[in-house]
Structures are given as C-alpha cells and as structure tokens.
C-alpha cells in the first residue's frame, strides 16, 4: 500500500505522502520535529492537539486538517486515522487502511510515561513500519521521574553556580518541565528562546509543568547562580552561553547512555532521557502490532530488522529514509 | 572501592584540570596506602597484564545471556568499549540468568579495592573455562548494575578517564608536597601496586634527590612565522637554523644523574639510553635544548621520523633498534652551565658557550652530540629561497630566532619563529569512512581517501587515511552526510559514495603495501573540503607518484651534499 518514492513514503489509495521530504501536494504529518514536517506542501493533515507548533515551524498560512486522535478519514479509497505515539504534543501513529489490509506509520515514538502528553496506543496492523533511531539493546531507559529526580540533585547539588541542562527545545524541554512539576518543584526555570517559544504551546494546551520564563526577560546584571536553564544544544558553546559564569552543564537524551557520547560533546554530565522507545520498546511494540511485516527506519535500522527476522522469526527490512531521529 | 568508585565518577564528570586535580588529591590523602597505590597504578594505566580479556566477557555474556554474536559485536562497534558494552547488555539479559551458586569471597561495599584487585578478581582470573564464566556471573548477580561498568574495566584494564600521567604527578606533588618533576622522575622506573611503593613515592626529597634534582626547564617554543613581524627588522639581527623532523628534548646533567626529558615533560631516558651514556661525559651542572634525531653516524642527512618512532615509547631498546635507529641529540641552546641558570644571556652568548662546552666533549659516542649549526643571511629577500634549501637536507624547514633573545617559557611571540616547507598537496576523493572510539564513538571520524589509478576508464584506489583536520563543525556534517551516503557495511568500517573532494596535505610520500595505490604519505591531514570539486576533478595516482620520483631525486641528491650539521660554511 505504501511505497517509496523521491519524495518519501507514498500511498496510493490516498494520494497522499507520509512525512514527506520535499514538497508534495498533500502531507500527513506524524509530528512536528524538522525530519518529519517540512515546509512547501500545498496541504497537510495532522493530529489538531498538533497545529500550534506545526504552524508555528511551517508558517501560521499553511493549509492544514487538524483530525482529533481516533478520528477516521476517507481520503480516496483509504480509512486514514491518527494514533498516539507518545512521542510529543500532539506526535501519532498513522494508520491507512485499503482493500481489507492495514499499514501503520509509527513516526517517532516511545513507551515509557511522559506527563506532558498522551500515551502511546496500540494500533493492531498487518504490516508496521517502525523508526529505530535507538535500535540495540545497549539502550534502556530508566522511568522518566527517576530521572529528573537525578537532575532536580544535580541542580540543587550547586546553588552557587548556574545549571545548564541542554535539552532538544521541542518535547524533552517540556516533559523536562513537566516531571519537575509532577516531583512538586516550584522553581522558576530559566528557557533559552529555541525552548520557550514552543513551551507556549504546551501552556495553551494545559499541559502542568513548572513555572517557567525566558531567560532574556531578566535584567543583564541578575545573578544566575543556583538557577536552573533549559537550552537547545545548538547552544552549547555559542555566545548565548557567555551570559553564565562558569556554568555547570549537563545534557539530557537518549545518546547519554553511552561514556564516549558524552564525553565527545563536552558535557559534565549526560542524563539518560529519550523520547524515543529503548531496545525492549521498540520490541515489545513490534510484537503487539501483530504485523506481518514489518519496515524499520531511522538508525539503527539494520540491526533490529536483522534481529527480528534472526531472532524473532518475523519479516522484517531496512526501508532507506531520511528520517534523523538522531537529534534527540 | 567506594572510594574509587566515587573518584572515578568525580573524574569522567569534571573537564577542568584544576578540579581533576583537586579530586585527586584528595583521594590520595584520604584513602589507605594499598588502596592508594592501586588507585594510582589503575589511572597510570600501566597495569602488567589483563586478569580477563573484553572478548571472554563477551564469550560469556553470549552464551549465557542468549544474545546473537552479531548483535553483541555490533553493539560493542557502537560503544567502542567492551567493558562498557558488556555493562549496559547485562539488565537486557539479567532475567534470563539462574542465580549462581558459586564459592567466591564474599563481595561487601566495604571491601577496600586492594582487596579486589590482589584477592577476588585474581581468584576469578585463575578459574577455567565454565567456573571461570560461573565465576563472572555470579560477581555481576552480587553487584548493583552501575557498579559494573568499573568493576569490568578492573577486569579487562585499559583504564582510560582522562587523566593523563602528569595529571597525577601533579595530584601527588601538591599533594604531599613535593616538586612535580621529583615525582615523575619516582614513577619513571615503573610502579607496582603496593603500599610501601607508595609511601617512597610520597616520602619526602632526599639529600641525593635535591642535589641531583631533574627539574626540567619549561620549553621555549617558536610560533609559525608571521612575515609582517620580521620584515621591517633587520635580517642580520636574526639567527638561521634548520628544524629537524625530529622529538624536542631537554638534557640534564646534574650530581650523578643524567635526565632526558620531552616536551610533553616526560622522561624519555629509557627510549634514549645511548644519549644518557654521552650525557654523562658532560660535566655536572648542564642542561642542553635540542633535537633527539635518528641519524646514521657518518651519513649527510638524518633517518625519517618513522625510524625514531620506532624508540618512543619503549622501556629497553634491543641491540637490533640501537644498530637499525641510530640516535643523535642536536643542541640548539645552553640553558645552565656550571648549576647556573644562563636563560637570560641573549642567545648568541648561549650558543657562544654552547660551542666552547661542547670542543671539550669526549666519549667514544662522542659523534652523537652536534650543535645545531646557525647563520644569518643578508636580507629577508633569501629566506624562501633558503627554506627550499631545507628538503634537500631534510628538514622540516628554519628555524628564526632574535639573535639576542633571551629563553623565555612557553609560546611567547616575537623572538622565535618557525618556518616550515609547504606540505604536499592532492586532491582526493572520500572512499571509506569509520567511526572513532572512546571520546569519539559514535562519531565517523577516521576517513580514507583513495585517487584515481592509471586504467582506463580509471578506478579509485586508496592511499591515505586521515583523521584531522576539519572543524566539528564540519566533523557533524560529514558524519550525517555519511550516514546518508553510506553503500556498504563492513564491520566499523563504511564505504561511502565517491563523491566528496578534500584537499590532504602530507609531509612524505613513500612506497608501501598498506594503500592499493602502493603509496603511503606521512603526517596526512585534510587542508580543506574542497566543496568546489567533483570526484572526477581529484587528482590521479600518477601524480602521486611523481611527487614520490620527485622526493626520490632529492634524496639522492643529499649524499652528495658534502656539508654537514656543523659545516660552518653554508
């Protein structure tokens, strides 16, 4: 039902592309990051709980269908409907249905619980098309809360100099924001612009994370010690950075499970929090799908469709895409 | 342990050295002698030999954890560290494992890492074959999870944190306060873990130590010429030297003991020992700059740098590297004479007595002592001239220096310059690219670069691998591009699309097996992505080979050369 053209994952049944990478007349979106939504289409479908970011990064005048999750849509002779991924605000599942046999896109997504938006569902489907951006089983996550609980230590462990906790700026900054709340912290923490623009969007969507203010609205002179800032870590070692006295620094994603990851970029320290699903998410998600066949993308894409089909016995292949992942 | 435990943590956290250090210190002081003295042996990373290699841990995580080979071995590509990987695999495989019954001694977090090191892991390393995997198991069952990453590394060794061997002379020096050059020279003849090891190390200076002290000078180090700070000046005010492809190393005579030292302020004495034996016919009281060079006794020109680094490193040199690497100290400058400090005399007077100091030198060796030959030339107009001069005597180019400066320390600007040959260039297409370990994992950061053969139509061959040069930056565009680009796997290594040119500078070029192209370059690194180029527009193997006839040439040309180093007339 899907194929693979120039310009991404194309279905047929309704004429439509799956997070295409170059522009093409109708998009389905799974969610908002850069790899997955681009701009220049000339119409979009996407989950509604999605539209104030989706629009915020391709332009407020793109001409989008927010669809809530479940809904089901007939575009040409394909039942298209929106899951939950678990991924970020407003991230889902793609699910197409034609001539009695369903495929489900999965986008980005992860297992593990995150206060700051909705779970992951399962989407029963005959053939499942997975990212595996962190496909091998050197990565497991721990819950989400333990780690902030390590981070709110790290933080309060040094109440003379500033934190830095370098975080993507869409869905880590805000679960980030979120478990804090949910561990009772009511610190005002610092946001880098790239963080607060789309922290904005979470708030309108009443999403209960810990107060919070942009960094740039405090005086040039206040004292930054023992404060707590979320920064994007295209930030690390630019000139934003010089604003904090002997910053200690920390940076929070799923590559931090491995020593020489951190180390490479130059982190003090590296908390291991992913939005992505972790070896025994990926499979478990595998098998409760039910697919018969099933395409992995993303990274690791090779080892875990050879594993599947070696170890699993289930039909599995690498499908070449130009999804990243890898920025989380 | 916990102790050690937390040192580590505190050092893979913490990226100044001051803190490193601090850390350090600290745990010196505060942890018993036996512990201390494994602590140091581990981070000096001179461990004699392995209790359990990463590849039986491995062995044994595969056949008990039921994990595929493949999946491990790719894993471990990924983490670039066996210790490591076998770490984050064991909770994946923990559940599937029965718990072992097995008569080891019993693990408490109390246990002081001497005992670890000298009684558990020992007795796990002299088990056989299914007790020794049994053995493995069960030490992991006891243990919490994050604790096994170092309890692994104790095992496999090749304990890497960061800190580097001067760090930790640093850490001990301040903190039993003693001077830092005292403590290097204590742990140059090697250390083994023990608590009265330790404690001669930390004891404070003897009578001999003090009189005979190696305290090096900090180096005086020259920066690559800047043309505008010299030509307003007056050519004759300069002194010429050439810069010898060689090690910089400083030598010191004092009380009985004769000391070499690196830049890198490491004691190389064991590496140079013929340099030692003359050293010692220099009276007591000297300490030379120069160039530690292999250089044939007789012959025009010194060996390439290959054959030095063939020495470094090493703790004895056989009969066969003294007889095939011939070694020759080049003194360039006299930093004391007589136990005192001269540093301050304008360099010609140095170099003056320099020259009087060495007409006195006698030893059967004595052909292994020169002085590095200095001129000055007429105007600014020859210097160019002069430096093409250098690849014919091969060297790496001039040396500049104010004929009256001082021996400052450090890179001071402005009295020392260096000026060296322009490397060779070729453009060259990116064929394979792996990914780096440690710091690097993850990362493709090791390339290789092949050029077009003579065939028709014309095949890229290899002839270079490189693995500096490019900004992180453009590390993180081209790790992306690859990944992107990538046409086959093998192992760590990828082939990539022919399509990326970069521009790769090198100082040599000589046959070998180790490229198709039967070419090799030395000291390769990329000058630039040439963005502006397509594949086909990189340069051809015959280029390549032409430079090499090219170099041939010359070389000849060099044992025809009848002036040598202290030829005064050139």
Redesign the interface.
Known sequence: MIERTAEGLYCRAADAWVDPWRPVARALITHAHADHARAGCDQYWAVDVSEGVLRQRLGQHINLQPIPYGEEVWLGQCKVSFHSAGHVLGSAQIRLEADGEVWVVSGDYKRDHDPSCAPFETVPCDVFITEATFGMPIYRWQRGEEVAMAIRDWWKGDQTRPSLLFCYAFGKAQRLLAELHALGVKDEILLHGAVETVTRHYRMAKVPMAPSRPVSELPRNEPLGGRLILAPPSAHRSSWMKRFKAPQTAFASGWMAVRGARRRRGYERGFVLSDHADWPGLLRTIRESGAKKVYVTHGQSDVLARYLRESEAIDAEPLETLFEGESD | MQAFLALFDQL????GTTAKVASLVNHFKSVPVEDAAWALTLLLGKRRRRLITGRRLREILRDHGD??E??IN??HG????SA??IS??W??VKERIAPMHVDLPAIRADRPLHWWMEILLPSIATLKEANQAEAVLALWQATPDNDH?MINKLMTGGFRV?VSTGLISRAIAEAFELEESLVVQRLMGGFEPSGANFRNITAPACEEEQRSSGKPYPFFLASPLDRKRIDDTDAEEWLIEWKWDGIRGQLIHRGDSVYLWSRGEELINNSFPELIAVGAALPPGTVLDGEVICWENGQEAPMGFDQLQRRLGRKTVGATLKRECPVRFIAYDLLELEAIDIREQPLHARQQQLTDLMALLEHPDRWRFDQSHAWTLGSWHDLDQERNRARDRKAEGLMVKRSDSPYLSGRKRGHWWKHKLEPMTLDAVLLYAQAG???????FTDYTFGLWDNNTPPQLVTFAKAYSGLNDKEILELD?WIR?NTLQ?YGPARSVKAELVFEIGFEGIHPSKRHKSGLAVRFPRILRWRHDKLAEQADRLITAQQLFEEKQSTDTNVKTVRSAVGDKSS
């Open positions: 893979d956290q913490l990226t994990l595929p493949w999946l790719d894993c990924q983490v670039g560290d490591e990987t984050l695999l909770p994946c990453f960061g370990s440690g710091r690097r994992a993850n990362l992306r992107r796997r």
